[in-house]
């Protein structure tokens, strides 16, 4: 994926910006003040091949595990920080709008005034963000990396429209 992002960023005005100047904070759920149940995104949730969020399962604030805690919306990437050269990460699709992701997982929602949310899909889809991982993960038995130590990793930031351009080519690519 990186070289084909390369050669579609070819010749474009391009700003290397860290994913935390070109995100907006997410939000913890508060058990207590809830009486409604959600679907729960654990990291076995999503698939590594197709990157599609399979399997939820039911909580509320009495059966939630303590790893439940992140407020997703549609369009956010997640990406999860344990293992994580295994690549496993997703854009939340609508049904899954206001749910429920582990803690497992770090939430990266686009700043859409800069960045579009399958553009920061696409970059962490990359060998150059896999070899980040590798160069910035700690622990051997159960390695991980922290939430603010992944959004340091710099991504392209074309204007938008080049961005909506090239994740429309990659969309048609990835169907294929």
Do not use: H
């Not at 340091?152 to 930031?157: A, G, N, R, W």
């Amino acid at each position: 994926m990186s070289a084909i992002l390369d050669k579609l960023l070819k010749g474009q005005k391009v700003e290397w910006l860290p994913l935390n100047e070109i995100i907006v904070a997410t939000q913890n759920i508060k058990w207590g003040n809830s009486d409604l149940s959600y679907k729960y995104i654990d990291l076995s949730s999503v698939d590594i091949s197709t990157n599609k969020i399979l399997n939820t399962v039911e909580i509320n604030k009495f059966n939630a595990p303590s790893r439940a805690q992140k407020l997703v919306n549609t369009n956010d990437v997640i990406f999860a920080t344990t293992r994580p050269t295994q690549m496993r990460l997703s854009v939340i699709p609508n049904e899954l709008d206001g749910q429920i992701a582990s803690t497992g997982y770090c939430i990266l929602r686009a700043n859409e005034n800069l960045v579009l949310p399958k553009w920061i899909f696409y970059n962490l889809s990359t060998k150059t963000f896999k070899n980040f991982l590798e160069e910035n993960e700690s622990g051997a038995a159960y390695p991980a990396i922290s939430d603010s130590k992944l959004k340091e990793f710099k991504i392209p930031t074309p204007s938008l429209d080049v961005q909506a351009k090239i994740v429309k080519i990659l969309d048609a690519f990835t169907a294929l």
